[in-house]
């Protein structure tokens, strides 16, 4: 489709610039041509506005011989026989109008006063043909900017899209076999409680799995999610898993991205409890400052001797680099390893709100 | 005695108590085979397994303070084990060791008794990896290890390998030796070398092997060997090959 056809306010605008145009025209008729200014306005207005839409034609000389590939012959030849072409068209026209105006009384004789100026008109109309061809190569230019940028964007938001969706289905799948293992351990010592394990964990997983499609969720959403893993995980440990959580409720609204919270989480049952003879302890706190941000942290003890098993610190980069896609450098994030304490701090802006 | 057969004592060693109960319910029906201890981590292992010399263990492998290859490579050949384990990546590792089977949790019965039947066929015969073996083992494939276990009596002590100063060949053993103590290890010392990461520890010597770290300087000795002084002092051989091999080193790092 034409760039300026397409579009009506640019069409519009098309045909202002030919008004000062016609102006021009109008002061060679009357100055050069001795033409009385009321006839020359009612025959040039008419006929401008008509080479106005001739001229468009350029765009499609334009496009077959784009500037960066074709020759310098090509270019002018091409563009002059266009001009040349068009502008015959346009005396043809001119010549036409001049005799049906003639056939009016008030207009008599007018043809043959112009047949004088055809030469200046068909020079005009070359010029102007080569001003429209310079108008359509500069659109082009622009056009092709402007789809570039397009592009660039959609690509960049394509690929934080995957990039979040890759990073989201993580479910560890050595906690979906170990609570199986215990689930199997209470069906013969304790059915009720087995029975309720597997609804702890089909919630979790339900849960987990509604939100892959989700860009944000409310905290207090992704805190239920928590709190699912983390009663399976009770079961598991026992008495081992010790639990402690402060929630600010003014910050149960705000909106994070899915699945921010439970992998340090997890991450901090791995490498804490998990590995503590005597049982190990989680303190969750989230807080919401006066500044409209929310800060949480999520702190275990752990043992110092049992070293860095594989595969520890992808969680924590995980949720790193979401926090940077998510949010940039409004966001922050901390990790601290102090004696037998481990401290992951977030803080992220409440700039969402459920 | 011989209408009464001989019970197969067993240890089920995991840190969940649920995952105990499951072996225990399952052994059950066997009224041939006898639990004679259960503990949750890998320093109980080791001193039960050193002090009722069971005859088959159940072993977990993720585990607190040792994991289960560490235990393994600690209480030696006599014991067939069998390995139980969420984690389905470890599962070479585990008959490179020779486990008798390898439990994937959560387990059916119909599993548990073909384990238990593999268990009992083994028990006649020994059928042990060499010491060697076990040790390849206790790392994972394509990385070097980050501590040795030594068995210190019925102590279990664990070295970081930041901690280890140098090693020495003392026949069947190496001896570790270890901010001012030393550590005696069933172990060859070529054998320790392909274990550790050769850009930190370099066997200088026959029978040494040094943390890169601790080397302090090093000073002629006779014709054509040399000394290597560490940082506390200690003098260890360096033979012709061993200086080559710590001159490439130590210009790397310049």
Sequence with gaps: MHPILANVRQLLLYLLAWLPLSGILLYLLISFGGVEWTRALIFIVPLAMVFAFVCLSAWYSCRATPLASSGFWRLAATHLLGAVSASLLWLLIARGLSLAMASISPFARFDQQIARELPVLFASGVLLYLLSVALHYVLMATDIAHQAEKREVEARVLARDFELKALKTQVNPHFIFNSLNSISALTSSDPAKAREMCILLADFLRKTLGLGEKAYIPLAEELELVHAFLSVEKIRFQRRLTLEEKTDPGALRVLVPPLLLQPLVENAIAHGVANLTEGGWIRLEIRKSESENVSIMIENNFDPDTPRRRGQGIGLRNVRQRLDTSYGSRARFDVRANGDRFLVALGLPAEKMA | ?254
């Design chain 2, 1 to 254: 005695m011989s209408e009464e057969r001989k019970k197969i004592r067993t240890v089920v060693v995991d840190d969940e108590d649920l995952a105990r109960q499951i072996v225990r319910e399952m052994l059950k029906p066997h009224p041939e085979v006898e639990i004679i201890g259960e503990c949750a981590n890998g320093f109980e292992a080791v001193r039960m397994v050193g002090e009722l010399k069971p005859d088959l263990l159940f072993l977990d492998i993720q585990m607190p303070k040792l994991d289960g290859f560490e235990v393994l490579e600690l209480i030696g050949d006599e014991i067939a084990v069998i390995f139980a384990t969420a984690y389905d990546e470890h599962a070479l590792r585990a008959f490179e060791v020779h486990a008798v089977d390898y439990l994937l949790k959560p387990f059916g019965a119909p599993r548990f008794e073909l384990a238990l039947e593999r268990a009992k066929q083994r028990l006649g015969k020994k059928m042990s990896p060499a010491p060697d073996q076990l040790l390849a083992a206790s790392r994972e494939p394509g990385k070097y290890l980050e501590r040795l276990v030594v068995k210190d009596g019925t102590r279990v002590q664990i070295i970081p390998l930041d901690k280890l100063d140098y090693a020495e060949a003392q026949d069947d053993y190496v001896a570790l030796v270890s901010q001012g103590k030393k550590y005696l290890k069933q172990q060859t010392i070529s054998n320790l070398e392909s274990s550790l990461d050769p850009a930190h520890f370099v066997r200088i010597h026959r029978s040494y092997i040094v943390n890169l770290e601790r080397v302090r300087r090093l000073e002629p000795y006779g014709k054509d060997s040399h000394v290597a002084i560490l940082s506390d002092g200690a003098r260890l051989p360096v033979s012709r090959a061993g200086l080559a091999r710590l001159k490439s080193l130590l210009e790397g790092k310049i």
